[in-house]
DNA sequence: CTCCAGGGATGAT
DNA sequence: ATCATCCATGGA
């Protein structure tokens, strides 16, 4: 296995990989396993040097988005104990560029899942339904078209852990795969608009929508709302508060956030998840 | 054992 | 427009 390098300044690819946004990597000795799309890939860090093999360079530093000016972005940032609290944990966590159909589909099983669960779920689907893939003496596996899921059966997809999301997942794939729902079109399109369009997928609703424009559409804004976040907002945000509605919290983060909104939201989410405790 | 998880769809107020 | 309920499954 040939090893590459790439100097990667504030970035921490074990918080990259590892804060909830992509559920297949997985630890090889002191680096990732995973794929890319169709290739597999390892990526091992030391220091700013990024190790890496198995795909190009300029695939990994779009994969890893190594050109997002991150000093810039955490320093928009509203300057808040808590926000700043997560701010320093989370550093160099990047939102990565996934791509559209995994993302997707994967977020469509995560809901009422635990991230260890849908990490579960996403290997089954790998195993099942991928291509094999293999580098650094482990196999790996793509994960599966939307093509491919479209040909399988509800009876299949529920044999991978998958329950009630088996049927949504189906049909999703299958408005994928006829091209009625064109993911790749969908990037010319104003956010709204591509959050009312993922949101007509079968079981997509706004924060999974909201999870797809994040992750795999690049909109920085987006702010997906979670058990976790919304707990976080109404701790700090508006505690002594009996009833605050769904809405009030989605206009609050909306304007409260700003333009790199959804990075502040993972931030918040992986500190809230992972952090806490072992302050 | 119980409780809860990166929710969404549906039907009742 | 909000609210309640159901939906499968497994980790904690």
């Not at 893939?133 to 482990?138: D, E, K, L, N, P």
């Not at 790749?184 to 956010?191: F, I, N, Q, S, Y």
């Not at 976790?228 to 919290?249: D, M, N, S």
């Amino acid at each position: 296995m040939t090893l590459f390098q790439k100097t990667a300044n504030d970035f921490d690819l074990e918080k990259t990989l590892n804060c909830g946004q992509v559920f297949h990597w997985e630890k090889h000795g002191d680096g990732f396993v995973g794929a890319i799309g169709e290739s597999a890939a390892y990526v091992k860090q030391r220091g700013a040097q990024l190790c890496f093999a198995g795909v190009a360079e300029k695939t990994i530093a779009k994969y890893f988005s190594l050109d997002h000016p991150l000093r810039k972005i955490c320093r928009s940032f509203p300057d808040e104990p808590g926000m700043n609290a997560a701010r320093a944990f989370c550093q160099g966590l990047r939102i990565i560029r996934q791509p559209r159909w995994e993302c997707l589909a994967t977020f469509i099983c995560s809901s009422m899942k635990q991230v260890a669960h849908i990490r579960q779920i996403s290997l089954a689907l790998r195993k099942r339904f991928g291509v094999p893939v293999s580098i650094a003496g482990s196999v790996g596996y793509a994960f599966p078209s939307a093509a491919r899921l479209a040909e399988s059966t509800e009876a299949e997809l529920r044999e991978c852990a998958l329950g009630y999301r088996a049927k949504n997942l189906l049909a999703s794939a299958q408005r994928v795969a006829t091209g009625e729902a064109d993911l790749e079109a969908w990037r010319k399109l104003a956010d709204d608009e591509l959050r009312a369009r993922l949101c007509q997928l079968p079981g997509v609703g706004v924060k999974v929508a909201n999870c797809v424009m994040l992750f795999a559409y690049e909109r920085l804004r987006a702010f997906p709302i979670d058990v976790w976040i919304e707990r976080v907002l109404r701790e700090q945000y508006f505690p002594r508060r009996k009833k605050v509605t769904a809405l009030e919290l989605r206009v609050f983060c909306d304007q409260h956030f700003g333009e790199h909104g959804g990075y502040a939201q993972q931030y918040l989410f992986h500190h809230a998840r992972t952090g806490r405790r072992a302050e």
